[in-house]
């Protein structure tokens, strides 16, 4: 052999987790085994390693392989030497390259034992085909795994191999997650900081400042693997991921992610509409409704001030002409907060497109805990009442909801019967040559892009239409939260949070020189509450801004 003995002869090995189902052939040591030998019996000197363990064929983003490349492009590598074609890459085009024109390139041999190939002895006719069927036998089996991943995620298994943090698996079945009681409490905590109106950047200081293991961390203690050098540093997207975890209420999520292809390995993001939700599958550590709450708030972003402040009622106030939301302004004129306030976001200093809508956060905050204070006493007082009142009023609602969308469905299903007519005339006139072909093909295609459309509009409409027909009001809900505020003397963020999903407020009017500012009160679950009290709306003489 005419080696140089500073070049080295790199014997790679590679395993995928499909390859390992074929048995010990295919194993890291078989390999290592056979390459020492075809290289001791052929005279290859000053071998070296390169191994990739559990690493598909389908990309070259391996560690082993990686490295192997950087000794091939450094002029370091005399030859390498593979146990198959299919050992170094099932990726069809990137290997013809490899062996067309990287290795050559850099004057290196390739030899793949099992398949007979040496550049050494000029190219070989099946090595290309052989490349082909390697190609298509990845194609083939992520096919088969994809449908098997499919089959377990239709029948509402956990396609997540580790489970999310606050929960592990079940020593006595793997299948199934149990709550993980330290991580818990954390999650929990996680959730009633949020309702309390702190945002993610907020949450993750208090984590840090109070000395909280991180996810990261906890799972290495878990596990006794190195503890990462920040124990403590939380960050904004770690508390992000746990508050948008839907299986925080006891479900399971499926297909959350999907890639568009083989070859294009970046997990996209699935719609909702297309993920599987699997109801009650582990214990839950965060209720269903708080959850939703939640979400609802993530919605309502608070942003602060240029002074830096912020405000409870920020993100919950809403115009009564325009629909818009109220945003929160502060007075540096002023040494106190009394004048901070909230204006319509389509007002503009009076050059918008909708009326001032002004009204003081201290004349809210009083107004608002005077109403909630009112109402839970009414609830209270008069529970059996209230609860039929409401039931009566969701019934009407969800009748009139019903009404509408089984209108927009007969619509929906009178427009493709039309559609069906309209594409069989024009091909007729198409054939009888009244309409040329490019304009048939034209019109065909828009039609039936419409009628596509409007097949996936009824599709949504008829779930939506027979879901709706056994669905059950949340007075309940509502009626737990009256029970848990017996007495709520002053107002804070986690109480207006749980209980008021929107305040909407009226143009002001003005009376006897001064204005009054009506405001309605949307409570969690009920919306609005009318108390046949003159109690039911509140208005308030408000002076003329400044």
């Not at 005419?2 to 052939?25: F, H, M, V, W």
């Not at 990287?102 to 390739?110: E, G, K, N, Q, S």
């Not at 009023?393 to 019903?402: I, M, N, V």
């Not at 493709?416 to 594409?423: A, Q, R, S, V, Y």
Request: one cysteine or more; charged letters at 30%.
């Amino acid at each position: 052999m005419n080696q140089q003995p500073e070049k080295i002869t790199a014997l790679y090995c590679r395993l995928s987790q499909d390859d390992a189902l074929d048995g010990e052939s295919n194993s890291i040591t078989n390999q290592k085994t056979l390459l020492s030998k075809y290289a001791a019996e052929h005279g290859f000197r000053n071998i070296q390693f390169f191994v990739d363990d559990g690493y598909s064929g389908t990309s070259f983003q391996r560690p082993g392989f990686q490295e192997m490349m950087k000794y091939v492009e450094d002029y370091s590598v005399s030859a390498v030497i593979v146990k198959d074609l299919s050992r170094l890459g099932r990726e069809y085009s990137y290997m013809g390259r490899l062996q067309d024109f990287i290795f050559p390139a850099y004057d290196v041999r390739f030899i793949a034992i099992n398949d007979d190939v040496d550049s050494a002895k000029g190219e070989n006719d099946f090595a290309v085909f052989k490349n082909v069927f390697n190609d298509y036998y990845a194609k083939d089996t992520s096919k088969k795994i994809r449908a098997v991943v499919k089959m377990r995620g239709e029948a509402g298994e956990h396609l997540a191999s580790n489970p999310p943090y606050g929960y592990v698996k079940d020593p006595q079945d793997k299948k199934k997650w149990i709550v993980d009681e330290e991580a818990a409490k954390v999650v929990r905590r996680i959730f009633n900081l949020c309702i309390a109106g702190k945002g993610p950047m907020q949450i993750a200081k208090i984590l840090t400042a109070d000395k909280v293991l991180t996810v990261t961390a906890h799972h290495a203690r878990q596990k006794g693997w190195a503890m990462p050098e920040n124990l403590y540093r939380w960050n904004t997207n770690a508390v992000l991921r746990i508050l948008e975890r839907r299986e925080y209420t006891g479900c399971t999520v499926n297909f959350k992610t999907y890639t568009k292809s083989l070859k294009f390995k970046k997990r996209m993001e699935n719609p909702v509409e297309n993920q599987k939700i699997f109801e009650d599958t582990q214990p839950a550590i965060i209720e269903k409704v708080q959850w939703e709450r939640v979400q609802e708030l993530r919605k309502n972003k608070r942003r602060p001030t240029k002074t830096g402040r912020t405000s409870m009622f920020s993100g919950l106030l809403y115009c009564a002409d325009c629909g818009a939301k109220l945003y929160f302004c502060t007075c540096n004129t002023y040494k106190d907060d009394s004048q901070n306030h909230f204006v319509c976001s389509n007002y503009k200093s009076n050059t918008g497109s909708c009326k001032i809508h002004y009204i003081r956060e201290q004349v809210l905050y009083r107004i608002v805990l005077e109403t909630i204070q009112r109402t839970l006493i009414y609830v209270r007082m008069f529970r059996k009442d209230f609860k039929l009142e409401m039931l009566a009023q969701d019934e009407e609602s969800r009748k009139a909801e019903l009404a509408e969308k089984q209108k927009a469905l007969s619509g929906a299903r009178k427009r493709m019967e039309n559609l069906d007519k309209i594409i069989q005339h024009i091909y007729e006139d198409n054939v009888l040559g009244k309409l040329s072909d490019s304009r048939y093909l034209k019109l065909s295609r828009q039609y039936e892009k419409e009628q596509t459309e409007i097949e996936q509009l009824a599709s949504v409409l008829e779930r939506e239409i027979e879901a709706q027909a056994g669905q059950v009001s949340d007075v309940n809900e509502f009626l737990k939260l009256v029970d848990k505020y017996l007495d709520i003397p002053e107002l804070d963020a986690a109480i207006l949070n749980e209980l008021v999903s929107k305040i909407v407020v009226h143009s002001p009017v003005r009376e006897n020189g001064r204005k009054q500012v009506q405001i309605d009160l949307y409570f969690t679950y009920v919306g609005q509450i009318r108390i046949p009290l003159k109690i039911g709306r509140e208005s308030l003489n408000e002076s003329e801004p400044a």
